[in-house]
């Protein structure tokens, strides 16, 4: 490990010694870009982080919401993107492994899981479609293995991510407020490691995950077991009831090194550990390799002397095992031993807190030389072009995925993977509505612009099922921080997100950066996810298919703006041109006249326009029904047909209404003043637009269905 030489100066100045070699490993972990957030940190301090539903404590890995009547729920986000482009299965398993314990060290049981998935071009590419297959059956596997419903997510190919995998894997966890763990110390109180035993996978993890992906460095891969998993979660909440935890942190990236010292600092403490004590995988591992190894299914457990044999019988009991490996102390140093032997003596606060770097930023010059529009476009009839975006890998439904994961088991499972969002019930009778959503096309024409659409289209889907979004979790994903274009982009995106959180009131609870998407092609596009969180107080709008003659009102205005579109990359290899931008007023309008439609039982159904615009859109509600629709583009906009049906405005809701509740449905928004028209009824078994009188597409619903549902696992399965 070399220190760059800043962060070689701040050592000079704060430790005025050479450091030991164990020293030196411990903070080439907690320094790495992966677990210090060194050009990152400072700027993440502008996004909003407090609102009337957020709990904050110490030291927690997870964002806590308070939904009323004595209950919280629990949510983070991790990524596990190095791993996964190496060895998939175990990559995105032990992601989930990892997210899942951050719910948990809040004292909370993890209930769900939703993940953000994005590969290679899978149409032409069997690298990717490996990555994919074997990235989305680890994390079935842990998922199922454990119990834990995976409810939703999304996933996406692009070239930009050839030989390379992007795996973000959110949690959310629930419990009762009062059992939530209040992070404390007290000198002479014993520091416990529970869990899977500490081997040489995942050594040196964050250093790999904070550099480009140059080879296949399979030792820094950790090993994921979920059965052991399973039996930390019912020890930890077993303890949790018997109030045998003081404090409590999840053992992830730079293994024990950032978790002793951010813990310890977090409390104002000291805390002195023998590596001697470490229960180990490996006879023959160095006290440096235990200290940063990343080993899997490990918590870290603060408790006092007299609760010690107490929570030892409990792990016997579920046959984990359990070590006291250190102790508290007064001095808030992190003091390493090998028996007597000192091996690393910090100040905890000068391990956890690594000098931050502030890195210049440049306007990419790539942004001067897009194209406003296609020279010449493909000249292909509407009804093919929709056939090929239906079919599309972007486009098609991901039930492939869907199925392969568990999402009814616990029973909390409302509204299943497929719609705009998922829902899960909650035990005080609400409902807690959940999605994640991410549009790297937009974000590399426009970062600001994308990153605020990525952000208001999960809040429009979570109002699709009636609920209001009460927060958000971000993953910021992008290529080299040290190259100031690559900077210039997380800036822009970051600065989007802050501006969109604190205009809607969404407070961020929780997120993550990664920095270093690179491969030998060069970097991904800019990746930020959204995860948006919305409560439901009363019940969800479960969507009931359309049926003959129900009117299909649009609300929201579409516009020119196909820059970044499908319509444009897919059918005609253009990128290029105007990336959707949200009107804030407009879009809290409409979220509030359709939140309101929906709490007074008007409407059968709700749908999000996104991406792949109206056409796919009301393709996708003709699908559910098995019903087609006779649409009048005129309603829509004056704009040529491609450019309504294609465009990916934000701010949309296709509204399923029944003749009886129209004039209701129209007087509540003209007094709302949202821009909305009707544009047509579900009729006949043919998805059909017209322009004026002229009918400009026609593709009949079973052929739609056929390509919807269909393509994807061809793609998978036969190339």
Known sequence: MSFQKHEKLHIKQNIKRNLTKTEVQVLAAEWSEHCSYKSSKKHLRMLPTTGPNVIVEKGYDSGVLDVGDGYVITVHIESHNHPSAVEPFGGAATGVGGVIRDILSAGTRPIALFDGLRFGDIENDTHARWLFKNAVAGIANYGNCLGIPTIGGEVEFDTCYKNYALVDVASVGFGKKSKLIKNHANTGDLVLLIGGSTGRDGVGGSQFASDALEGEDRSAVQIPDPFIEKLIIEAILEARDEKCINAMKDLGGGGLSCAISEIAESLGIGIELDVQNVHLRESDLSPDEIMISESQERMLVITSQKKFSKIKQICKKFRIQCSAIGKVKKDKMMHVKNGNETLALLPANFVARGPLIDRPKSKPKYLSRIPSTPKKKTQKPLSKILSQLLASPNIASKHWVFRQYDHEVGIRTVLKPGFDSSVLRLDNGKSLSVKIDGNPKHCYLNPRYGAIGCFEEACRNVVCSGAKPIGMVD????????????????????????????????????????????????????????????????????????????????????????????????????????????DITASKKNMKSVLTLISKKLLKNVHDCSKGGLAIALSELCISGKIGCNVNLKNVSDMPPEESLFSESHSRYILVVEKKNLKHVKDLLSKNKCHFSQIGIFTGDQIMFEFVTKPVLKLRVDKAENLYLNSLEKIIHNG
């Open 475 to 582: 993953h910021l994903q992008f290529g080299n921080p040290e190259d100031p274009e690559i900077f210039w982009t997380f800036m822009e995106s970051i600065e989007g997100i802050t501006d969109f959180a604190k205009s809607m009131n969404i407070p961020c609870v929780g997120g993550k950066v990664s920095f270093y998407n690179e491969t030998n092609d060069g970097p991904i596009k800019p990746t930020p996810l959204i995860g948006v969180l919305g409560l439901i107080e009363n019940s969800p709008l479960l969507p009931t298919s359309p049926t003959k003659n129900d009117v299909i009102i649009l609300v929201g205005e579409t516009k020119i703006e196909l820059g970044g579109s499908e319509y444009y990359e897919y059918i005609h290899n253009f990128i290029g041109g105007s990336v959707p931008q949200v």
